[in-house]
């Protein structure tokens, strides 16, 4: 069955950085695309990130554009999340998630169980 | 950017039909797709497509979607299904996919 794990959160501090990594299993990782989506506490869901199976299509949430870096390594099915010039409006729980079968658009079909990251001094 | 709008809040006695609405602009003709969030877990999907529901999804969660709004409609409604719910698009003109704020689901 399909199994994300998140790791690398953390507290820090504003202005640092910070790298999330997903470990995905039981499906073809390198046939399907990746989101990080976050839940800030007590609030909705907001996408951050979208990166295409083969790594050539990145889409970004207009609040982390140039501040946030999408990639993955097919090799080691892993997507991470490079987090820079990070804001206290940045903590929330981060999670990895699943694109669906469909080439565009389309569901999050399948969800780690989140990496908490807490920006404060 | 596309905005899709969820009441906060819902509540339903057990054993009666709940329905929670996503209003968007001209949200029929896109897809939209709901996740169920329980507390402290992560989301899970339950109807993709506007109404398709993937494996293991009780046959009681169906949806529908027309015009300005697009409906979660849960049947005989259980304890269990106290939850927040989220509705979802992709919308094509931004390349970006769009979440509403979220419905929490109290079952009476």
Avoid at chain 2, 87 to 108: A, I, M
């Amino acid at each position: 069955q399909v199994h994300l794990v998140e790791s690398g959160g953390g507290v820090v501090q504003p202005g640092k950085s910070l790298r999330l990594s997903c470990a995905a299993s039981g499906f073809s990782f390198s046939n399907f695309g990746m989101h990080w989506v976050r839940q800030a506490p007590g609030k909705g869901l907001e996408w951050v990130a979208f990166l295409s199976y083969d790594g050539n299509d990145k889409y970004y949430a207009v609040s982390v554009k140039g501040r946030f870096i999408i990639s993955r390594d097919n090799s080691k099915n892993t997507v991470s999340l490079q987090m820079n010039s990070l804001r206290p409006e940045d903590t929330a729980v981060y999670y990895c998630a699943k694109k669906d079968r469909h080439s565009s658009g389309g569901s999050l079909d399948y969800w780690g169980q989140g990496s908490l990251v807490t920006v404060s001094s | 950017s596309y905005v899709l709008i969820q009441a906060p809040s819902g509540s339903v006695a057990p054993g009666q039909t709940a329905r929670i609405t996503c209003g968007g602009n001209n949200i029929g003709t896109k897809s939209v797709h709901w996740y169920q969030q329980k507390p402290g877990q992560a989301p899970v999907l339950v109807i993709e497509y506007d109404r398709d529901r993937p494996s293991g999804i009780p046959e009681r969660f169906s949806g529908s979607n027309s015009g300005n709004t697009a409906t979660l409609t849960i049947s005989r409604v259980e304890a269990g299904d106290e939850a927040d719910y989220h509705c979802q698009v992709w919308d094509s003109d931004s390349d970006h996919w769009v979440f509403g704020g979220g419905t929490k689901l109290s079952v009476l």
